[in-house]
Every structure is written in structure tokens, then in C-alpha cells.
């Protein structure tokens, strides 16, 4: 029987921010060993038995991004392997996401296909472990079960929902617990945590949203049958229709189906699993000093004690301080007592409130062609540095506010500027004057670099008229 790992990957993941942000949001997060919670998850389903393809489904937005984490993590090792995609315009919630992952397997490899569905941030540390909760997961979702995986827990935690169970029967799905309550479950020994993770025939699901959320699974379909499918060599992409996605009802799978469904059955695990939901449980994965601080980076200390600092930009530091998280990017920097580690959560939704970029970019913006980084902005210049990807082309374009001055420090440009198209090689420049078309190519076989320097009254990246674009956004 055919195995798909589905990864969910979505969130905001805003109490890691300023790391995470709206278009770089959690599962993108590198961890110390360089890899990425979402690059850890598809390593984690792709090494797994009798995988037909591996399915994420993400918004539109972080398609280019999602699919580079990919490449770059699979090279060597899944070569090969067919990566499909269902690319949402806009979240609503996991019952959605699944709905229309089951109708993509079951449509593509019939509805007796397995699924395994997966978090895109979270981590779990022990693969053997985890590969032998997934067999049991199978064994059960073959006898027709929807099986969720229940965490054995080690703490009082209340940022959890809890499952009480009975060996793999589940009794009952409770809510985010108080401390006392917490402190009762763990004593008891018949709780686990709710790891948001699912097993199942796509035919069971697709059967259970039948009759116990029909309205998601009507609409959910209907989307689909309006939706764009493209297929290339080893990848499959639905674009899912704004317009009938935003039909579909909003709501999580745990309320549609699991918390309803008579048919659920839970795989007790010890798998060494965290959602890594703040940034204490980030600096939980790096070894202490013999002062208790945790230090991912390039820092000088004094007279500090039980303090986890990130940085990867600069060095910082710090004297004569304890108990506190600091992480530095170079565009913000985040100060916080250990102890209020969950209210970074406000920092972000206030930044967002305002508009303030920092809620959604990071300095260093991914296209589908590639990046740009802000190295310096200012009332009437702007300076980028651009990274294309061989082979990879920006929209033939116009700006009416703004000339761009382009230096190539690296590779090969071919230009298009007005009547003109030229080539542009390494240490040569060439001027784009505000009004002018062009496009930007990178006809080679190796990265593009080059620097962009901005000029005029008005340099906000909304000053852009798209005529031909390879990637959809005219």
C-alpha cells in the first residue's frame, strides 16, 4: 500500500519572530545544525518505507521558497522522488488542507492510499522511534482507522491540547488545560499530548468529512475541479481559485472530524518530539556553558547566566545580565525575559497591526527567480543586492518613479532596456532609466549576482507595471 507524506505548511509562527516573519514564517527557521524544521520534515517522511510521492500543502506565496528548501535538503540522497504541491491563495485552517489533500491522493493513487500527514514545524529528534509509531500508525489506519499520534508527556505543559486515552483507543480530545489540570494529567498517566500529526486511508477521511463536515468537503472539491494543474518531471501543482477556496469553510481538523469521529485511534509515542513554540524551546536544543547560556553565534559574555542569544550577523554582547532571550537579525533585534518567552507573540501582532514590514520581510526577500537583500534604504536611494538563479528571468517591466543603476559582481546579465538587449558581464554596468521596459536574465549556468542602486522621488517596491511574467503575476 502506498505511503504520501502531506506536510501542512503554514503559520505565522510569531513567537520565534523577528526570525519568523509572514513570508518566512516558522517552518523556514534554520536550526544550529543549518538545516530547517521543513527541511527536517520532508527528510523525515521521504526516508520512510514504500513513499509513492511526498504532498505539501502551503500558500502560493512560499511555493519558490518551499520547493528550493526541497532541493536543496534532497539532492544527494532522493533524487527521484516526485514532490506535488497544493498551493493555497489564503489560510483556512487544517480541516481545508487535509480535505483537499485527500481528494489529490485519492484521485492520483486511489482512495486506499496511506497518508501521513506532518507538521511542518515541528522537530522530532528520534527518526527510529518515529518510523516505528508510523508503522503502528499503518497497521491501524489499514483496519480503517483515523489515528492521531499522542505525545507521552514529561511536563505539566499547558500550551498543549491533551488526548486521554486507553492503550490505542481514545477516550476523549480535551482543550488546553490549566496548570492543575496539566499537573492531574501527568499524574494520572492516561494523557498525551495532541501532536497534530494523523494517520489514515485517504478513502476513511475522505468518508468521515463525508458525514461529519460535509460542507468543507463539497466546497473543498469544488475548488479543486476550478483550480490550475500543472505537472513537470517529478513535481504535481494545484493552484487552488481564490475565489472558490474562499467558499470553503473555516475550521480545524480536530474539530471537524477527530473530536466528532467514532472511528479515531491514538499511537502513544515517545519520539522525541517538540513543536518548538518558543524561543526557550529553541535554546532547549543547544548545550548549556557552566553559566546556563545558550549561544547560537558569535558573542562576548560577562558576568552572564542562564541566557540564550542568537546571532549570525554581527557579535553582540553582553554584561552583567541573566534570565534573558536576545536575538539579533539585521533588521531587528528582540530583547525578552526567559519567562515571558510566549509574549513575542505581541510584538508581532502589533507590528503587524501598524503595517510595519517587519511583521512580513526579512531584508533578504525570496522571488521565484531568486532573492534580493536591502543593504541600505534611504528618502531617495535604495541599494540592493540581487542573487538570480541560472536560467531564471524577472518580469519584463516598468517603473514610473524610479531609475535603477546595475552592477553585475558575479555571472552573466542579459538585459532588456527599451529597443535595446545587451549582455552584461562581471565588473560591467548598465543604467535603466524610470520609464524605461526591461528584464533581467540570468542566461547562465551559475548564480547571478549583482547590485542595484535606486534612484528617484518615490522607491516603494508597489511602483512596478508587470508586461510578461514566467511565474503568473501579470
Not at 547560537?296 to 545580565?321: F, K, M, P, T, W
Not at 536574465?441 to 517596491?461: A, D, K, R, T
Amino acid at each position: 500500500m502506498k505511503l504520501i507524506p502531506t506536510i501542512l505548511c503554514g503559520g505565522a509562527g510569531s513567537r520565534l519572530w523577528p526570525v519568523s516573519r509572514e513570508y518566512h514564517p516558522k517552518p523556514f527557521i534554520r536550526l544550529a545544525d543549518g538545516q530547517s524544521l521543513l527541511q527536517k520534515a520532508w527528510l523525515r517522511g521521504a526516508a520512510l518505507p514504500d513513499v509513492a510521492e511526498v504532498l505539501t500543502v502551503t500558500n502560493s506565496e512560499l511555493f519558490f521558497k518551499t520547493d528550493d528548501e526541497y532541493r536543496e535538503a534532497g539532492t544527494a540522497t532522493h533524487k527521484g522522488l516526485t514532490n506535488s504541491y497544493i498551493l493555497e491563495p489564503f489560510g483556512r485552517n487544517t480541516a481545508p488542507a487535509i480535505a483537499a489533500a485527500a481528494l489529490h491522493v485519492a484521485a492520483t493513487h486511489g482512495e486506499d492510499a496511506l497518508m501521513l500527514v506532518l507538521a511542518a514545524d515541528h522537530l522530532i529528534s528520534d527518526q527510529t522511534a518515529f518510523a516505528a509509531a508510523v508503522e503502528q500508525a499503518t497497521q491501524l489506519a489499514r483496519q480503517g482507522k483515523l489515528v492521531t499520534f499522542g505525545i507521552e508527556p514529561d511536563a505539566p505543559e499547558t500550551g498543549y491540547g491533551y488526548i486521554e486515552a486507553d492503550g490505542n483507543t481514545v477516550l476523549r480530545f480535551v482543550e488546553k488545560p490549566t496548570l492543575d489540570k496539566a499537573q492531574q494529567y501527568l499524574a494520572s498517566g492516561r494523557y498525551l499530548w495532541n501532536s497534530g500529526m494523523f494517520c489514515f486511508v485517504a478513502g476513511t477521511m475522505l468518508s468521515e468529512m463525508e458525514q461529519l463536515c460535509p460542507a468543507i468537503l463539497t466546497a473543498t472539491r469544488a475548488c479543486i475541479e476550478q483550480s490550475l494543474r500543472t505537472t513537470g518531471k517529478c513535481w504535481n501543482q494545484i493552484e487552488l481559485s481564490p475565489d472558490s477556496f474562499g467558499e470553503v469553510p473555516n475550521d480545524s481538523i480536530d474539530y471537524a472530524v477527530m473530536e466528532k469521529s467514532r472511528n479515531v485511534a491514538v499511537v502513544p509515542c515517545n519520539i522525541g518530539w517538540s513543536d518548538i513554540g518558543s524561543w526557550n524551546a529553541v535554546g532547549d536544543l543547544l548545550e548549556p556553558d557552566k553559566e546556563g547560556n545558550r549561544i547560537d553565534g558569535e558573542v562576548q559574555l560577562h558576568d552572564v547566566n542562564d541566557c540564550y542569544i542568537q546571532s549570525h550577523e554581527r557579535i553582540v554582547g553582553a554584561v552583567g545580565v541573566s534570565n534573558l532571550i536576545i536575538v539579533d537579525t539585521p533588521d531587528a533585534l528582540l530583547v525578552a525575559d526567559r519567562s515571558r518567552a510566549q509574549d513575542v507573540k505581541h510584538l508581532y501582532a502589533s507590528l503587524k497591526s501598524v503595517g510595519h514590514d517587519a511583521h512580513k520581510f526579512h531584508r533578504t526577500v525570496h522571488r521565484p527567480w531568486g532573492t534580493y537583500t536591502v543593504l541600505q534604504d534611504s528618502p531617495r536611494f535604495k541599494i540592493k543586492r540581487i542573487e538570480v538563479k541560472p536560467g531564471a528571468s524577472l518580469s519584463l517591466q516598468m517603473h514610473h518613479h524610479r531609475s535603477e543603476h546595475w552592477i553585475v559582481v558575479s555571472g552573466m546579465a542579459k538585459v532588456v532596456n527599451g529597443d535595446q538587449e545587451l549582455f552584461v558581464g562581471t565588473n560591467e554596468s548598465t543604467y535603466i532609466p524610470a520609464g524605461h521596459k526591461h528584464r533581467l536574465e540570468n542566461p547562465g549556468v551559475v548564480g547571478l549576482v549583482m547590485i542595484e542602486v535606486q534612484s528617484g522621488e518615490y522607491l516603494g517596491e508597489d511602483d512596478i507595471v508587470r508586461f510578461h511574467d514566467n511565474y503568473g503575476r501579470v
